[in-house]
């Protein structure tokens, strides 16, 4: 099966594709954030361009596990996706994956403006590479 990993940020929408057979995560870049109905619209071409049967997005908890301010966002967006889009969506805990995806782009170093267009699709891969190791059993 297809999964679409989804990094949402107020600003930007990083995204990632993989499957849940060979478990590897490829990221799709990032689209712009803001009116639910455009990301929406966004998502869904993407859920028809590979097929997808599940979709993750990461929830940033605090080290502690506790809930960051941002959780509330998140919440929100995930609500408008299930009451629009009829695939199972799943919250997978996003600790550190831009820490990740800053380290996976530092062969990027002299060019900051390209390092930091892919870095929320980085994000989205880590979090669906997280996704298959802890929910994905073989």
């Known amino acids: 099966m297809k999964v679409l990993a989804v990094d949402y940020g107020s600003r930007r929408i990083g995204l990632a594709v993989g499957n849940t057979l060979t478990r590897v995560a490829t990221p799709l870049g990032q689209i712009a954030a803001g009116n639910h109905e455009n990301?929406?619209?966004?998502?869904?071409?993407?859920?028809?361009?590979?097929e997808i049967g599940h979709i993750v997005v990461g929830y940033p908890l605090h080290a502690d596990g506790s809930r960051s301010r941002?959780?509330?966002?998140?919440d929100r967006f995930v609500g408008f996706l299930r009451k629009r889009i009829d695939?199972?969506?799943t919250l997978v805990d996003e600790k550190l994956s831009s820490v990740a995806a800053e380290e996976m782009?530092?062969?990027?170093?002299?060019?900051?403006r390209k390092r930091k267009a892919i870095l929320?699709?980085?994000?989205?891969?880590?979090?669906?590479?997280s996704f298959f190791e802890k929910e994905v059993k073989r």
């Open 39 to 50: 990301v929406l619209a966004q998502i869904m071409k993407r859920v028809g361009e590979f």
């Open 70 to 74: 941002t959780c509330g966002q998140v």
């Open 87 to 89: 695939l199972p969506v």
């Open 105 to 112: 782009s530092q062969e990027i170093r002299n060019n900051y």
């Open 120 to 129: 929320d699709g980085l994000a989205a891969q880590v979090i669906l590479e």
